[in-house]
């Protein structure tokens, strides 16, 4: 039987590091490729998994940033596989230096591909090289049953629990670097139906979307949970507001809006689910990231635009359509807004396009006692644009409410 290393050693040298001898982000993604060729070349893969064969193409990348590393540093990759289909498998890498300190962690998802961008299996040293390793420390993405389908979560930690929903056409993920610091909690983040790794179904609106997450509440013996709702994810938010009121301890409003969609608008979302329909969700990315993001986040942050490329052109066609149609469906929440009497936060990245931050300020000022913080130099996301920023106001709101 094959042997494998359980890890591999990579130093960092002077042309992967910036001006100031730090590892750069597109240098630490190389050492992450090279850490994966090493691995597979020490069971002597050759078979089926060469460069010029069947080869993995990232269709998914999620990179979450704990420290730096510097010139010389020497830092221990464990790569370990997450999930294996017939065409694709997703593998979580994680960067330690020799202290045992994590400097960055990633999670990548590989579609295989013939020389002709055919669908191609996984080659067996995949498996053989990357086997399940229980030394990579991020939380593992769980499946639970919840009215008929499977839905993907990730939890972090103990406490009083606190619901992530993201916004459209997301995943998850865009709360990893949020979750991360928000110790003392116990962090939920649900792919929403037809998003992420959660099953596809046929029927979409915003109450399915909320009627999933309390139900996925029970599932989880959780009772009530602060819930914080990014753009779409604040419109489900107000819907669990509405409808199940008694989960909701406190809110936490991300670059939302209250307002149902104007004619105006409902017309912009047929014009994309007609856009997607004909060219895939790979034109719908290349059309969304420069609204969501500010411009400075595009030049400066190529990790950031990779993730965010992923997750939407990774999302299934179904559950996209399903999720414009529910938003150009949705109901108007505004007459909801006098009523709600549990703490609330309203978070606007001052750049957002998309929502404008006067806009979520006139949002706060219509919720008795909401609290109002704009987040500099963020677009529309906000968490994945600054997580420090945003962490660090939603830990002191969530600090008050202790
Ligand atoms: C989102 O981020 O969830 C969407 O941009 C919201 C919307 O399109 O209304």
Known sequence: MTRVASSVELVVYRDDCDPAGRLTDAAFLRLLERARWE???????????SRSDTSPTVRKATVDFHAYAALGDRLRIDTALVTMGR?????????????GKMIAEAELT??????????????????????????????????????????????????????????????????????????GWKRIAPDLR???????????????????????????????????????????????????????RALVLVNTRAEADSDDARRRRDEMIALVKRDGTGALAEVLVPQLLTPWSVAALPHVVEQLRGMISGNPLAGIVGALESMRDRADSTDLLAAIDVPTLLIAGREDRLIPATTSRTLADAIPSAQFTQIPDAGHLAPLEQPVATSRVIAEFLEALE
């Not at 959780?222 to 008694?246: E, N, T």
Request: charged residues 20%; negative net charge.
């Open 39 to 49: 691995q597979l070349g020490s069971i002597g893969a050759g078979t089926g998994m």
């Open 87 to 99: 065409t694709n498998f997703t593998l979580r890498q994680a960067a330690q230096s020799p202290d």
């Open 110 to 183: 590989f579609d295989c591909l013939t020389g002709d961008g055919e669908p191609a299996p996984v080659p067996p040293a995949i498996g053989q090289a990357f086997g399940r390793r229980p030394s990579v420390r991020a939380s593992e993405t769980q499946h639970l049953a919840v009215r008929g389908l499977a839905v993907a979560l990730d939890i972090q930690g103990d406490g009083n629990p606190i619901l992530f929903i993201h916004g459209f056409p997301l995943d998850r993920t865009v709360w990893r670097q949020v979750m991360a610091t928000l110790t």
């Open 194 to 248: 037809g998003m992420g790794l959660s099953d596809a179904p046929a029927k979409y609106a915003i109450s399915e979307y909320a009627d999933d997450l309390a139900a996925l509440l029970d599932a989880l013996h959780v009772s009530k949970a602060v819930i914080c709702g990014l753009s779409m994810g604040g419109y489900i938010a107000f819907d669990l507001f509405r409808r199940h009121r008694d989960r909701v």
